[in-house]
């Protein structure tokens, strides 16, 4: 009985891990098409994994899989995706932009937090868009939701809205830039210290030349380097304030370990000592995506719509203004320093 049982529990959860991986790939079918290619394999994923749980509502027969992947994979996603930080070249090279980068980190966040508690909004769900949108998206919220003991429906919802606000924007950067007038080296500062996602900022910047899109994904890099130092400052924020997580202490994120050496592998030993082919670089990339996209349609479905509060849309609202502000004041200081 006892490895029949097992056998069950197994077959349940791989099932779980399937229909994530189902969603993830019906995402990417998605982004394919004209339109939704914009909005990102991730985000049409999570709009589909929270489609589906208004209309079906929650599979609780495959549950522990779902988790699985919401949780292991998710975590498996953020230690690769280390690997899209090359540590060397941000030092190097992008000392300028990384104070830059801080200064954007530290006023989304602040600035976030200030206007939804005057907004009356959800300050803990505020507090998960402010880092998404300083710093690398959904990737950074789902990175630092273990530490802030954050409700999964929570980091579904900010990683979702930072979709949706972050494809709007970098859309409009690619329509603005015929406009502004800016050199390529300003226009890639302007995007890549201020939009969203890595995703985005490629998106927006590649139109405008190599030379932009270099410099934007520079800059971008070190908003993910900040990061680190950003989660450590969390963990000791939230001791010191007697936040706890399961088992009534707070658990260090291992993952975030492996994040940091994952970074110092792809930029100190790989292409260094050792030579990787770029087809391989390039499947461990799409293997992140996938497994990442499968972790927050995990996520995803765990939002209900009818749990939606006025506070929820006052949050969407808080980080919107945020990102407007932040956008424009970017596009200043990048024109003069660009």
Same mark, same amino acid.
């Given at each position: 009985?006892?490895?029949? *049982? ?11 891990? *399937?229909?994530?991986? +189902?969603?993830?790939? @019906? ?18 994923? %999570?709009? #589909? ?5 208004? /209309? @079906?509502?929650?599979?609780? @027969? ?8 919401? !949780? ?16 060397? =070249? ?32 959800? +300050? ?9 949108? *300083?710093?690398?998206? &959904?990737?950074?919220? $789902? &990175?630092?939701?273990?530490? +802030?003991? $954050?409700?999964? !429906? ?7 809205? =930072? ?42 910047? &590649? ?9 934007? +994904? ?9 990061? /680190?130092? #950003?989660?450590?400052?969390?963990? =000791? ?26 970074? %110092? ?32 349609? *995990? ?9 939606? !509060?006025?506070?929820? #849309?006052?949050?969407? $609202? ?21």
């Amino acid at each position: 009985m006892g490895q029949i *049982g097992l056998a069950v529990r197994n077959h349940k959860r791989m099932s779980g891990i *399937g229909f994530t991986l +189902l969603f993830a790939i @019906a995402g990417y079918g998605l982004a394919q098409l004209p339109g939704l290619d914009r909005v990102g394999q991730l985000g049409c994923a %999570i709009l #589909l994994a929270v489609v589906y749980r208004q /209309i @079906a509502g929650y599979p609780e @027969a495959l549950r522990t899989g779902i988790q699985f992947s919401s !949780k292991t994979l998710l975590r498996a996603a953020i230690v690769l995706y280390g690997l899209k930080l090359n540590i060397a =070249i941000v030092l190097q090279q992008g000392l300028g932009l990384l104070l830059l980068d801080t200064v954007m980190v530290v006023s989304a966040i602040g600035l976030t937090l200030l206007i939804a508690k005057w907004l009356k909004a959800d +300050l803990s769900l505020s507090l998960l868009l402010g880092i998404g949108t *300083g710093v690398c998206g &959904a990737a950074a919220i $789902a &990175a630092v939701s273990p530490i +802030l003991n $954050a409700k999964e !429906k929570d980091t579904a919802i900010g990683a979702g809205m =930072i979709a949706m606000v972050g494809t709007v924007f970098a859309i409009s950067y690619t329509l603005l830039q015929p406009l502004l007038g800016f050199s390529e080296s300003e226009y890639g500062i302007w995007s890549g210290v201020s939009l969203h996602e890595i995703a985005h900022v490629a998106l927006a910047a &590649a139109p405008a030349g190599e030379d932009a899109l270099a410099l934007a +994904l520079l800059a971008k890099l070190g908003r993910v380097f900040l990061l /680190i130092p #950003l989660s450590i400052v969390l963990m =000791i924020w939230m001791k010191r304030s007697g936040g706890t997580s399961h088992g009534g202490k707070i658990e260090f994120p291992w993952f975030l370990a492996g994040f940091i050496g994952m970074s %110092i592998l792809g930029s100190f030993v790989l292409g260094h000592w050792i030579v990787v082919p770029e087809h391989v670089m390039n499947g461990i990339a799409t293997l992140t995506t996938f497994l990442l996209t499968m972790g927050m349609v *995990g996520l995803g479905l765990n939002v209900c719509l009818k749990d939606f !509060k006025a506070k929820t #849309l006052r949050t969407l $609202a808080a980080m919107a203004v945020v990102s407007v502000i932040l956008s424009v004041a970017m596009a200043y200081i990048s024109s003069a320093i660009g």
